[in-house]
Nanobody, 123 residues
Framework: EVRLVESGGGSVQAGGSLRLSCVAS????????IAWFRQAPGKEREGVSC????????YYGDSVKGRFTISRDNARNTVYLQMNSQKPEDTAVYYC????????????????WGQGTQVTISS
């Protein structure tokens, strides 16, 4: 059984930082691209970032470029999302998702999802 478990969410003030983690099990982690999506109430799910198995050329959504950094530790089956200079509009539930290889894709292309972690940024 494939499982993705996010952690690291919380509440911070604008300008602060959080680091999210996504731990995967039940799959050959090295073979999978891992993405972060987020969804705020009343809004569509938005692609935030994606990293392929070797970590090259990560994808970032326009709204987070220059503020968020994605990384992965294949030995620990873990992907991280470092979020700096956070803004109130970053408030959302953040999900990690996995799919076999490939670059960033729209959310229907990801068969495996975590349960999500809440991030709240206050002004």
């Amino acid at each position: 059984e494939v499982r993705l478990v996010e952690s690291g969410g919380g509440s911070v003030q604008a300008g602060g930082s959080l680091r999210l983690s996504c731990v995967a099990s039940g799959l050959r982690f090295d073979d999978y691209a891992i993405a972060w999506f987020r969804q705020a109430p009343g809004k569509e799910r938005e692609g935030v970032s994606c990293i392929i198995s070797n970590g090259d050329n990560p994808y970032y959504g326009d709204s987070v470029k220059g503020r968020f950094t994605i990384s992965r530790d294949n030995a620990r089956n873990t992907v991280y999302l470092q979020m700096n200079s956070q803004k109130p509009e970053d408030t959302a539930v953040y999900y990690c998702a996995a799919r076999l290889s490939g670059t960033f894709a729209a959310f229907p292309e990801y068969p495996y999802w975590g349960q999500g972690t809440q991030v709240t940024i206050s002004s």
